[in-house]
């Protein structure tokens, strides 16, 4: 099962941020937190990924907690294309493991 | 460098026949993992697979379902005397070789009904 809480939909206005949390309240010590999104139907698509410092990439920006018992996936000016489902995942340890999907939330960007 | 590739990208069979989908992983990579997206559901890990190796097949059906990864050629998920609740988006992700957190990369997913 996931061990992350995220909220099943969320909408945004084209240009402003989206921000995307989740809730990952057992994570273990050595634990990464994952994004990854689907767009309607296609095969899933990386976004990011951190362990405790906050992370930014082309794509998006990771806010950790310092807990490390929740974050957020910060998409700075969604676009139509941004549009799909976000999935939060959090991944052990130890290298090339399967990545355990939940429910995600999808994020429709409004015009 | 091309992405992952899955043929076909559309399988239609009748129950009781058999699928057979591939995957060529990305050039380099040699840890390839199976997923299955039921309808409205998301998705669920089946079996992760090295050359010639299958790692993990925890989440594989244990009837009419396997998989291999051949030292030469794509991998292969085999669904033998298919039946409705087959019917699904199946995804194959790679990653390269050696430890450390590499991302998965997905192909586009091959579609299977079965009539």
């Known amino acids: 099962d996931a061990k992350t809480t995220q909220p099943p939909s969320m909408d945004c206005a084209e240009g402003r941020a989206a921000n995307l949390p989740c809730n990952h309240s057992?994570?273990?010590?050595?634990?990464?937190v994952y994004w990854y999104r689907q767009i309607h139907s296609q095969g899933p698509q990386y976004i990011i990924h951190?362990?405790?410092n906050n992370e930014t990439n082309e794509m998006a920006s990771l806010i950790i907690t310092e807990d490390r018992k929740s974050s957020t996936l910060i998409l700075p000016h969604a676009t139509l294309r941004d549009t799909a489902v976000y999935y939060c995942?959090?991944?052990?340890?130890?290298?090339?493991?399967?990545?355990?999907f939940g429910k995600g939330t999808r994020l429709s960007v409004i015009a | 460098n091309a992405g992952v590739m899955q043929n076909p990208r559309h399988l239609v069979r009748r129950r009781g026949q058999e699928a057979r989908l591939r995957c060529s992983p990305m050039?380099?990579?040699?840890?390839v993992y199976w997923y299955r997206q039921l309808p409205e559901e998301g998705l669920k890990f089946m079996v992760y697979?090295?050359?010639?190796?299958?790692?993990?097949e925890s989440g594989m059906p244990k009837e009419r379902f396997s998989a291999e990864f051949p030292k030469e050629g794509p991998s292969i998920l085999r669904i033998q005397q298919v039946v409705r609740g087959d019917s699904a988006a199946y995804f194959c992700?790679?990653?390269?070789?050696?430890?450390?957190?590499?991302?998965?990369?997905f192909g586009p997913g091959t579609r299977l009904t079965v009539l």
């Open positions: 992700a790679s990653s390269p070789p050696g430890l450390g957190y590499n991302e998965q990369f």
């Open positions: 057992t994570i273990s010590g050595n634990e990464y």
């Open positions: 951190g362990l405790k």
């Open positions: 995942i959090v991944r052990p340890g130890s290298g090339n493991t399967p990545l355990v």
């Open positions: 050039k380099g990579h040699s840890h």
């Open positions: 697979l090295q050359k010639e190796n299958i790692i993990d």
